[in-house]
Each structure stands twice: as structure tokens, then as C-alpha cells.
């Protein structure tokens, strides 16, 4: 049976309890919700109409937090007060920010290390999750004030490339929130579910999303197939946007009234105005052809001509990006089917034309592309809610996974492009009579030697009960749940004792990394397979030393000194070819000591055959 709950505070009957979908923006963050009645999707505004929150956190000296327009005023006059950008952080170590330090006005903690980055304020000491979850947590307060009735149920959304461990964090602040996220979705899925693509069973296409926002430039290229999403390669350019454009504006200002730097830098409001009158030159000239103001009592003014020149620059870099991304995903712009405009910046004429032309076709711009990303995953909230029932979606790992096995080799169980979610097992055993534990190493990437690779977790299945080497069946799984989060287990089959564990990566990897170990995969393919050749042989090489110096030791007796002498130096020449032979040496030396071994091993088994017979009563 159903049940209605009631409002304490208002006395209403409780709607049945929605499952919001949320963009958490660089620059802003918003809320959307299928609309119950018009079951279309809709963005929650506050009675200003306003949607969007800006995603900035300002701290007090009482080290209270206010979220959204009343923290960004702070910016200017408590840069080290006031976290914007807080996306950029997430899941990331000082390390990889460092090359952009200067980007940041607070303050970013420089432990030099690859632990993750906290933030210092007064005395405080934030993570990018706490950060982040102040954030969700404003946006959680406002849909329920505009919803009247609690929300704690959400999709959120994260950039293609975001790796588990950003995926992870993303996650941890929502948890953080109060929230209970039900799935992360990327966002130029959720940009094309928003435009109805992929909602229908029998389609097949290809999208281009291009995704132009204040900092940030991605463009992603997807297929959906039978309902589901896959990202075939990404782009992009963290720190490109509609900020660089105002840049270019006011630069182009400056040069015309004559201002010198230094009066600029006594000036710092001046400098602020002019960014501002900047940015509401280019929004204006989206839809005049000039524009006309004033800054400190001079006159500026701008044409769009003249903005197309300013920003041309910016421009041509994305359409590189996009000529980059088809490229990898193997394509030409032919088979783009769609293209999907996403960001504030692409409200920009000239970005629309340049993109439209590149592509040879009409883009998709007829959504507010600010909260068409929100749209999207209100859209997957609806899904997940049960409400359209025959749709799954899915997307794909970026990067193989697998464990270590003997001599550092990489055994991939999932490999690069699986969709997710995504299950796999495989069988091992022990190496030494008696082993009662297994090193459980799990690791991310192309190449054939962990070492190459990168290391995501690691644990220990232990009590394993005494059992001869290669008995023990330890069955290890991996499940990459629908978030792209994976979780191993490992479980001795006989004996029943288990171990899992959830990988949330210490830092993350920046997508350049992701492309750089994929470029590196290729680039040392042939040398890798030689390696790996090599590897399985010194394996080989060893497990058979071990089994012989055991068969002669057990067996002594039943050798002559002359069988034993022949097999030891047999050992010992094969013992430093392993060191430092080729493969062909090592197998050719693995082929002698077993065709020296052949003959009394036969004999010895014979023997023991007969013994054990003479002990046995034959049962009639
Ligand atoms: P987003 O990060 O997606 O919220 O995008 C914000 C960027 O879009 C900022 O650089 C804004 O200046 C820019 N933007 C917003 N509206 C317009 C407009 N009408 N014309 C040009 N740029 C705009």
C-alpha cells in the first residue's frame, strides 16, 4: 500500500517524493525536476526567477558559510575568503593543480605531496567534498522551499572525463549534503537526453556535445545504440571560456583609452569595471550589432565585428579541440549526426556560426544552454524513478582495470571501453604449498606491466586454509557499478573466506593523463608484448626450479648422484638465464632441465605407483 505523508509544519499531504537532477557547475549550479503535471522537464527558480546559484562558497570570520549571489559579492573584496571553482579541485592532489596556482585568489594548501588538496581559510581547513557539499546543500534548501517537501534523493551530473576518483568525491559531497545520489551521469549525456536523443529504443546516432562555459571549454563525442550512451573520446580545454573573451574585451579597452598598468594596478576597481562592462558588452551584442557605455566617465564602445576579431582566437582553439576529439573516436565530421550547444558561451552568434560550419550542419541551440545540462539529468532522475521503465543508461570505462599476477604483469578483467555497469571474474591460485594469504593489487591502464600502469588500491585476502600450491581457487570480481565506481572482491572458493573493497582512488588523473597513458599503451605495444614474453617465461622458469628442487628432495633416495648433479647444474644455468637471458634462451633452458628430468621422473613415479599398490587390500 501507498503511503501519503504530511507536511508537520504545513499540514499538506506530502507529494510523492521527487528525485531532483543537479548540475554542479564550475561557475554555477542548478536544479531541475520533471514537472508532475506537464511531465516536461523544468528548472526550479526562486520567485526572482532566478535559477542558477553561482558556486561559490564565502566563509565569515566567525567561519560561517553562505552559498551562491550573496558569496560571490565577497570575490573582489575577500578573495581569501570567497572558494570559487571548487570543480576544478575535486579529486585532485596540489601537485596536479600547481601548473595554475595563480588561477586560485584563496589559499590551496601546498603540501607538495599526492594527497588530496585542502583549502585554507583563517583558520580553517576545508576539502574540495566539504566545499562541494556546502554547495549541494544550499541547492538541496532552495528545492525544498520551492518544492515544499523534502529532497533527498538526486542525479548528479560530472564532465565526460571525470575519473572514479572525481566521480567518487562528487558522490562523497553528496552524501555529505543529506543527499542520496542515485547515479552520476556525465554531462554531455544528460545535454542530449535533455533534446529527447537516446530516449527511443531503435535509435542509433552519433553527437557531438560542445560545451563552451565562463572557464571551461569540453567537447564530447557520444553514441547512443539500443538506449544506451557510450563516450567515444573527449577534449577539451580547463581553462578556456567566456572569462577569456571579457579578457579580450577589456584588454582591447585599455589599449584605447591609454591606460598603463600601473595605473590599472592602483586601480583595481577600475580593472573590475571594465571586466564587467566587458562581459556586458559581448551578452549584448548576442543580440545587437554595438554596443555603447561608459567606464570612470569614458566612453567605450564595441561592435560585434569587432568582438568576432577579439575572440577569433578562442574560437579556432575549441574547433581544434573538436577536430581532436573526432580523431580519436576515429570519426570525421560526416558522421556527427547531432550537435548539441551547451554553456553560457555558446549564446556568442560567432561561436554558434563557427560550430555550425565546422560541422556542416544546424546545432541543436533552441534549450537555455545554461540549464540544459540540469534538464538532462532530470530527465535520468525521472528514468531511475521508474518512470520509463524500458531505459537503461549506460556509459563506459575510459581505462582497463585489472590486477597484478606474477611478475608484475597487468591481467585485465575489464577492458577500456566496457559498458558500465559491468561485471567480470577470473579464477587464481597459490603459488607455495600452504599459502594462506594473496596480494589483491588493483590497477588502471593499458600497459602490460603494473608498474606502467596506475595503482588504485590494494588489500589482502588472508586465512586461506592450508591447501597445496595451485589448489586454492581464489575467484576475484570486479563490479563497476553504474556510477563507474568499482568494487573488488576476492574469495576463495573451498573455504568460503572473502575480502572486497571499494577503490576510491587518493588523486586523481587530469584527462590529459588518461589520453597520455593510452597514447603511451601504443607507443609501446611492441615492446610491451616483448616484456611481457620475457616476464612469463622467467615465471615459467621459476615455478619449474621450484617443483624440481622439491621432486629431488622428496625423492632422493630413488635418484642416482649422477641424475642429481646433471639436474642441479640443470637448475643453476637455468636459474641465471632467468636473471638475464632472452625468452628463447630461458625456454630453450626450461626444455633441458625437463628433458633431463623426463626419464627419472617417470621411473620415480613408476616406483611410487607399485608401493602404494603393495599397501592398498584389494577390496572384492
Ligand atoms: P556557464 O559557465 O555555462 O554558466 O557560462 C557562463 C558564461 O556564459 C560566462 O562567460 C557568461 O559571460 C557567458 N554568457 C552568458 N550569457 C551570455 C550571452 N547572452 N552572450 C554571451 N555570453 C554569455
Not at 586523481?508 to 616476464?535: C, F, N, P, W, Y
Amino acid at each position: 500500500m501507498a503511503k501519503i505523508g504530511i507536511n508537520i509544519a504545513t499540514g499538506s499531504l506530502q507529494q510523492q517524493e521527487m528525485i531532483v537532477g543537479i548540475d554542479l557547475g564550475t561557475t554555477n549550479s542548478l536544479v531541475a525536476i520533471i514537472h508532475p503535471e506537464s511531465k516536461k522537464p523544468v528548472v526550479l527558480k526562486e520567485h526572482d526567477g532566478n535559477a542558477l546559484v553561482p558556486s561559490v562558497v564565502h566563509f565569515d570570520e566567525t567561519g560561517l558559510a553562505t552559498v551562491g549571489d550573496t558569496a560571490k559579492e565577497y570575490l573582489i573584496t575577500e578573495p581569501h575568503r570567497t572558494i570559487f571553482s571548487v570543480k576544478r579541485l575535486m579529486g585532485k592532489s596540489y601537485n596536479d593543480l600547481k601548473a595554475h596556482a595563480d588561477f586560485f585568489t584563496y589559499r590551496v594548501i601546498d603540501d607538495n605531496t599526492e594527497s588530496l588538496v585542502k583549502i585554507q581559510v583563517g583558520n580553517a581547513f576545508y576539502s574540495p567534498v566539504e566545499l562541494s557539499s556546502l554547495i549541494l546543500k544550499e541547492l538541496k534548501t532552495r528545492a525544498e522551499h520551492i518544492l515544499k517537501t523534502p529532497v533527498t534523493k538526486a542525479v548528479i551530473t560530472v564532465p565526460a572525463y571525470f575519473n572514479d576518483a572525481q566521480r567518487q568525491a562528487t558522490r562523497d559531497a553528496g552524501k555529505l549534503a543529506g543527499l542520496d545520489v542515485l547515479r552520476i551521469v556525465n554531462e554531455p549525456t544528460a545535454a542530449s537526453l535533455a533534446y529527447g536523443m537516446g530516449l527511443r529504443q531503435d535509435e542509433t546516432k552519433t553527437i557531438a556535445v560542445y560545451d563552451l562555459g565562463g572557464g571551461t571549454f569540453d567537447i564530447s563525442v557520444l553514441r547512443i545504440a539500443g538506449g544506451i550512451f557510450e563516450v567515444l573520446s573527449t577534449n577539451g580545454d580547463t581553462y578556456l571560456g567566456g572569462d577569456d573573451f571579457d579578457r579580450a574585451i577589456a584588454e582591447y579597452w585599455i589599449g584605447l583609452l591609454g591606460l598603463s598598468r600601473e595605473e590599472l594596478d592602483q586601480h583595481k576597481q577600475l580593472g573590475q569595471e571594465l571586466r564587467l562592462r566587458a562581459e556586458e558588452a559581448k551578452k549584448h551584442l548576442s543580440f545587437h550589432d554595438t554596443f555603447e557605455s561608459a567606464v570612470s566617465g569614458e566612453k567605450v564602445t564595441l561592435t560585434k565585428t569587432k568582438l568576432e576579431e577579439l575572440i577569433g582566437s578562442y574560437v579556432q582553439r575549441t574547433l581544434d579541440c573538436c577536430k581532436n576529439a573526432l580523431a580519436d573516436a576515429d570519426l570525421t565530421v560526416k558522421d556527427i549526426d547531432e550537435v548539441v550547444m551547451v554553456g553560457g558561451s555558446t549564446r556568442v552568434p560567432f561561436v554558434k556560426e563557427s560550430v555550425a560550419a565546422f560541422f556542416g550542419r544546424k546545432v541543436h541551440d533552441s534549450m537555455n544552454p545554461d540549464e540544459v545540462v540540469a534538464l538532462g539529468a532530470a530527465v535520468q532522475a525521472d528514468i531511475l524513478a521508474g518512470n520509463n521503465k524500458d531505459f537503461l543508461l549506460l556509459d563506459i570505462t575510459p581505462l582497463s582495470l585489472g590486477i597484478e599476477t606474477m611478475g608484475g604483469l597487468m591481467d585485465v578483467l575489464v577492458p577500456r571501453n566496457s559498458k558500465i555497469p559491468s561485471k567480470a571474474g577470473r579464477q587464481y591460485t597459490t603459488q607455495k604449498d600452504g599459502q594462506s594469504g594473496m596480494r589483491i593489487s588493483v590497477y588502471q591502464g593499458e600497459r602490460d606491466l603494473v608498474k606502467d600502469n596506475r595503482k588504485l588500491a590494494e588489500f589482502n585476502l588472508t586465512n586461506i586454509p592450508a591447501m597445496p600450491a595451485g589448489l586454492p581457487k581464489v575467484e576475484v570480481s570486479f563490479l563497476v557499478n553504474a556510477d563507474g565506481i568499482l568494487v573488488v572482491k576476492a574469495k576463495e572458493l573451498r573455504s568460503g573466506v572473502e575480502q572486497s573493497i571499494e577503490v576510491k582512488p587518493q588523486y586523481g588523473l587530469t584527462d590529459e593523463e588518461v589520453e597520455k597513458m593510452l597514447l603511451e599503451s601504443i607507443t609501446h605495444a611492441k615492446e610491451d608484448i616483448q616484456v611481457r614474453a620475457l616476464v612469463e617465461a622467467q615465471t615459467e622458469a621459476s615455478q619449474i626450479i621450484d617443483t624440481t628442487q622439491l621432486f629431488i628432495t622428496k625423492n632422493r633416495e630413488l635418484l642416482t648422484d649422477e641424475e642429481v648433479a646433471a639436474t642441479t647444474n640443470a637448475i643453476d644455468s637455468l636459474q641465471q638465464l632467468t636473471a638475464t637471458g632472452t625468452k628463447d634462451e630461458i625456454h630453450a633452458a626450461i626444455e633441458k632441465l625437463n628433458e633431463l628430468s623426463r626419464p627419472y621422473a617417470e621411473r620415480v613415479m613408476d616406483t611410487a605407483i607399485s608401493r602404494a599398490m603393495k599397501g592398498k587390500n584389494i577390496l572384492k
